[in-house]
């Protein structure tokens, strides 16, 4: 089951400073996916605003 989040950027910047408080093994997985949707949602095109 996947989920879906929508966090500010300084919600982001909790989240990856709770999981810095894990040992690497536990936390290297979840920040690697979190950080390939982050590098995904940069790489698409800007939506042009509503006309």
Do not use: C, S, W, Y
């Amino acid at each position: 089951m996947e989920h879906t989040l929508k966090l500010t950027d300084e919600q982001l910047g909790v989240v990856g400073a709770a999981l810095a408080e894990l040992p690497f093994k536990v936390a290297q997985p979840v920040m690697a996916v979190i950080q390939a949707q982050i590098d995904a949602q940069r790489a698409k095109p800007a939506k042009a605003p509503p006309r």
